[in-house]
Each structure stands twice: as C-alpha cells, then as structure tokens.
C-alpha cells in the first residue's frame, strides 16, 4: 500500500510558477515509476509528466519547456515545478506511483490559471 499527498496547487495568474509536492508514504527508492496526470472539467485525465527509477522523464508535449519535474529521496517527495502557466493548465493534478505492478493516485490538488 502506498498513500501519496499532493500541495501546492492555487490559484496563479497567466504567467506564473506553482510548484506540486507529492508525499509518498513509502521509500521512492522502492517505487518504479512515479508521474503527474491532470485532469480538466469535460476532460479525461492525462498524463503530464513521469519519471522512472533509472531516472528518464517524459512529458507532455503542450508543458515541455515549462514544467519539469523532480524527486527528493530524502523526503520520499514527488515535485512538479510549473513555470509560464497558462489558464489551459487549469485542471485537477493527480500524482502517480507504479509499486509491484499496482498503481497508487493521490487525491488531487487543483489549480487554477486566470487573471
């Protein structure tokens, strides 16, 4: 069983940065692979960004160049820093973790792009 926290979600205007925390409850070491989805009101859920345990990371095409994403063993923490927002980012965040073949969604941080 693996519980993942999301925070940092709010509300930015167009141009800014926010910066999503996942907390997992267990060592990352021990998680395979671990990704940042979104989901918009009338939309399916869609991947963002994901990075495996050997380090490779893949995003969506409409953030790369804005968003990156990053891990701290340390604090066992999934990060998704987001840069040059635009209100077609606003949409539900959901973090990911892939552990012995079973996949864990934390419960959702919204954010909201808008002036």
């Known amino acids: 069983q693996v519980q993942l926290v999301e925070s940092g979600g709010g509300l930015v205007q167009p141009g800014g940065s926010l910066k999503l925390s996942c907390a997992a409850s267990i060592s990352i070491f021990r998680i395979n692979y671990m990704g940042w989805y979104r989901q918009a009101p009338g939309k399916e859920r869609e991947l963002v960004a994901s990075?495996?345990?050997?380090?490779?990371?893949n995003y969506a095409d409409s953030v790369k160049g804005r968003f990156t994403i990053s891990r701290d063993y340390a604090k066992n923490t999934l990060y998704l820093q987001m840069n040059s927002l635009k209100p077609e980012d606003t949409a539900v965040y959901y973090c990911?973790?892939?552990?012995?073949?079973?996949?864990?969604w934390g419960q959702g941080t919204q954010v909201t792009v808008s002036s």
């Open positions: 990911r973790a892939d552990h012995n073949n079973y996949g864990y």
């Open positions: 990075i495996t345990s050997g380090g490779s990371t």
